[in-house]
């Protein structure tokens, strides 16, 4: 197909989905099928439907890694699994105090969503009231601000607790696609995950479920998890991108090139158009100089740090939403010099526990 012609194919389609077409599988395989050369093209296309609900804006997230490591799970891409040799922080709870004064620096920095993050399964009843603690303390300290908590998998009287608290979102990734699943973790299933993001929802938190994506999936499962995602009517999808940690099972896994990543985020967003899809850990990695881009599609990410990775220092980060003409969510535009998103990002990268591996819990 030629050039002008492909383009041609994705402005219309674009048109028919903002018109409420459901972008369907072939439409979706097309899409991952784009060459590098109509990547861009492609970006500028589903960028529409990004402006049309999000406008300019980026919304900044902000992770507080409330316990670090010690997971008896065997997720493969995960930093923080049984056995894993890498080279992370392991720490037990956060006090509530320290959980606090984190998700205060990461508000302060421009997040209108604090993400609560802990490894493990799921928590037990004493972690669920530690953590209703710190939810009622952080929204007390920062009016306004959304608090989504990331525990492992949860049963619906826990969920029910955290939501009472306050909790506005509970995060539970999907990660792959089902027929995928069994290649990345033998100690719980896929459908244990979709149960806890039904749980979440169950009990009115907004549910936020997303990919990890270049663990050796093929096309067909990037497109089945995307659906997946639309079926479960995720609010919210944080896609990753593979870091492959060193004494974890898929290290030195490198599938992913920074246009394939453009062509799997805009895939998200032609099948969830009105959904907040954010770019979230090993962005600065795989989609490296394109990550402004990748802002035309998404209009979500994290700020600063991961769970057990440093990301990009906050203040580029903010600098690189201005730059790239966006303004962050809740906030009015910076001035456009250097240094200007004015942000104590040396506070900021100094989070108590320090670094934290993909949000991917
Ligand atoms: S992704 Fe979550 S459940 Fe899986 S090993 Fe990592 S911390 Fe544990």
Not at 179 to 206: F, L, N, P, W
Request: with cysteine; charged share 20%; hydrophobic share 40%.
């Amino acid at each position: 197909m030629g050039q002008e012609v492909w383009t041609a194919g994705v402005a219309e389609l674009v048109e028919r989905i903002a018109d409420g077409h459901a972008l369907t599988a072939e439409e979706a395989l097309a899409v991952l099928a784009t060459p590098d050369a109509g990547t861009l093209a492609l970006v500028a296309e589903a960028g529409r439907l990004r402006r049309r609900r999000f406008g300019a804006t980026v919304k900044v997230n902000y992770l507080v890694n409330l316990k670090s490591g010690l997971c008896p799970e065997d997720c493969t891409y995960c930093s923080q699994r049984l056995g894993s040799e890498a080279q992370i922080l392991k720490y037990k709870w956060l006090s509530t105090e320290d959980a606090a004064e984190q998700a205060g620096l990461g508000v302060q920095g421009g997040a209108s969503r604090v993400c609560l993050v802990a490894s493990g399964r799921g928590p037990t009843d004493r972690d669920v009231n530690r953590v209703t603690d710190m939810i009622v303390r952080v929204k007390d300290e920062n009016p306004g601000v959304e608090v989504c908590a990331c525990l492992g998998l949860i049963k619906e009287r826990h969920a029910a607790k955290l939501a009472a608290a306050g909790a506005d979102a509970y995060n539970h990734n999907l990660n792959t696609a089902e027929s995928k699943y069994q290649d990345i973790c033998t100690t719980h299933t896929y459908a244990d995950r979709v149960a806890t993001v039904e749980a979440s929802k169950a009990v009115g938190m907004s549910p936020c479920s997303g990919l990890i994506v270049g663990l050796g999936e093929s096309d067909e499962q990037l497109v089945e998890a995307a659906f997946a995602l639309r079926d479960l009517d995720a609010d919210s999808i944080p896609v990753n991108f593979l870091m492959p940690f060193e004494g974890t099972p898929l290290e030195g896994t490198w599938e992913l090139t920074p246009l394939k990543c453009l062509r799997i985020l805009a895939m998200v967003r032609l099948v969830c158009p009105d959904r907040e899809v954010r770019i979230a850990g090993g962005r600065e990695m795989h989609l490296r100089s394109l990550q402004p881009v990748a802002l035309e599609v998404a209009n979500s990410l994290f700020l600063g740090d991961y769970l057990t990775s440093e990301g990009q220092a906050a203040e580029q980060d903010l600098q690189m939403i201005a730059d790239a003409g966006f303004t962050v969510l809740g906030r009015a535009a910076p001035p456009s010099a250097p240094g200007a998103a004015g942000v104590d990002a040396p506070a900021l990268r100094r989070r108590g526990a320090g670094t934290a591996a993909a949000p991917n819990a």
